[in-house]
């Protein structure tokens, strides 16, 4: 079956010059790239986006994290990847979230570490399942960016310009 995975290459990664190298593995998967931009994470963003973590006492850092605060680096690179078991063949390259205990060829493994103040850098996000995919595609992407219609959309006029919009 079919799945869309949302794919973050992080601050650190892109700090690291490490976005060629972790898209060569990703290239492994045979999947397809539907969407892909470079894009600056807003606080509102970042907090919809991991508001899943939010009672947990590293929240505020994470966040800072994923808006780049900890490597001079203000922006992503958000990718969608489509096809066949895409969660799946994503999630296994990426590797454990704690890149003490990815396996060292996966890509949290290669290039993740943990910081002295304990915030992990793993370089890379991979949505979790269908549901939170779909979620986090929503939150990075407009229908108009993708390359194939994952969800049910809507049109709306906004001052006599129309757009897509999520339904």
Request: proline residues 4%; aromatic residues 8%.
């Amino acid at each position: 079956m079919n799945q869309a995975v949302l794919i973050l290459i992080k601050p650190d990664g892109l700090k690291k010059s490490l976005t060629g190298n972790i898209l060569t593995r990703l290239s492994e998967t045979k999947l397809e790239i539907i969407a892909a931009k470079i894009a600056r994470v807003p606080r509102e963003l970042a907090e919809e986006h991991y508001k899943h973590l939010k009672d947990k006492p590293f929240f505020g850092e994470i966040i800072k994290y994923l808006q780049g605060e900890l490597h001079d680096r203000k922006k992503v690179m958000a990718l969608v990847y489509w096809g066949k078991d895409a969660i799946k063949k994503c999630r296994d390259l990426a590797g454990a979230t704690n890149p003490e205990e990815a396996d060292p060829t996966s890509i949290r493994g290669s290039y993740g570490r943990i910081t002295t103040s304990g915030v992990y850098e793993n370089v890379i996000h991979v949505s979790s399942n269908e549901d939170e995919a779909a979620r986090e595609i929503k939150l990075w992407f407009n229908p108009d960016e993708l390359i194939v219609d994952l969800y049910p959309q809507k049109e709306i006029v906004r001052k006599e310009h129309k757009e897509k919009n999520w339904a």
